[in-house]
Antibody, heavy 120, light 107 residues
C-alpha cells in the first residue's frame, strides 16, 4: 500500500528555521517525483516545487525559489521541505504528493498534511 | 507561468442535479489537466487525469472533457458526499499550477 506520512504540527517564531518531512512507503521511492503543495488558511492549493529522488533533480515554482529548499534522502525514503528563516506568512498547511515520472504527471497519492504556524 | 481560471467560484445545487465546473488555461496545455476533490480538513484526492481519465475508485458520475485551453468537470447526479472544493491542475509545464478552486454545496 502506497503511503506518504508527514511529520507533525509545528509552531515556530519568525526568523526560526524548520525542516518538515514526508516518509514514503509501499513503492519504489526513486522512481516517482515528490512535490510540495502549500495551502494557506482558507485559500487554495499552490504548487511549490518537486524533487526526483532518483537523481535529486529539483524544480521550484518562481514564487518559492529561494524561499524554501526541497531535498530527499533515498536511504530512508524521505523527502523534506525546509526554511532557513520563517515568516508569519509561511503559516499554512503543507502537503507532499507523489507524481509519476511518466504519463500525465498527476498527484496520485498525498500525505496527510503538516500544519505550520509562525507567530511571535 | 500558465494560469488556470475556474468558474464558478462556488455553486449550490440539489441532490440529483447535473453540475459542471469549467477550467480555462492561459495557453494550450493539450490534455495535461487533472482534477482534485478536497473535503474540509482532508488532503486533496485525485479524481481525473489527462482531462478525461477517471482515477481508480472514483464514482462514474464524475466525468471530464476538454483539450487545449478549455476543460470541464461534470457530476452527472450530485450526491451529498460530493460537497467539497474542486481544483483543476495543469501538468503541462514544470510548475504544475492549480486553479483557484470551486466550492460545491448541497442545497
Amino acid at each position: 500500500e502506497v503511503q506518504l506520512v508527514q511529520s507533525g504540527a509545528e509552531v515556530k517564531k519568525p526568523g526560526e528555521s524548520l525542516k518538515i518531512s514526508c516518509k514514503a512507503s509501499g513503492y519504489t521511492f526513486t522512481s516517482y517525483w515528490i512535490a510540495w503543495v502549500r495551502q494557506m488558511p482558507g485559500k487554495g492549493l499552490e504548487w511549490m516545487g518537486i524533487i526526483y529522488p532518483g537523481d535529486s533533480d529539483t524544480r521550484y515554482s518562481p514564487s518559492f525559489r529561494g524561499q524554501v529548499t526541497i531535498s530527499a534522502d533515498k536511504s530512508i525514503t524521505t523527502a523534506y521541505l525546509q526554511w532557513s528563516s520563517l515568516k508569519a506568512s509561511d503559516t499554512a498547511m503543507y502537503y507532499c504528493a507523489r507524481q509519476p515520472s511518466t504519463g500525465y504527471y498527476n498527484f496520485d497519492y498525498w500525505g496527510q498534511g503538516t500544519p505550520v504556524t509562525v507567530s511571535s | 507561468d500558465i494560469q488556470l481560471t475556474q468558474s464558478p467560484s462556488s455553486l449550490s445545487a440539489s441532490v440529483g442535479d447535473r453540475v459542471t465546473i469549467t477550467c480555462r488555461a492561459s495557453q494550450t496545455i493539450s490534455n495535461y489537466l487533472n482534477w482534485y476533490q478536497q473535503k474540509p480538513g482532508k488532503a486533496p484526492k485525485l479524481l481525473m487525469y489527462g482531462a478525461s481519465t477517471l482515477q481508480s475508485g472514483v464514482p462514474s458520475r464524475f466525468s471530464g472533457s476538454g483539450s487545449g485551453t478549455d476543460f470541464t468537470l461534470t457530476i452527472s447526479s450530485l450526491q451529498p458526499e460530493d460537497s467539497a472544493f474542486y481544483y483543476c491542475q495543469q501538468s503541462y509545464s514544470p510548475s504544475g499550477t492549480f486553479g483557484q478552486g470551486t466550492k460545491v454545496e448541497i442545497k
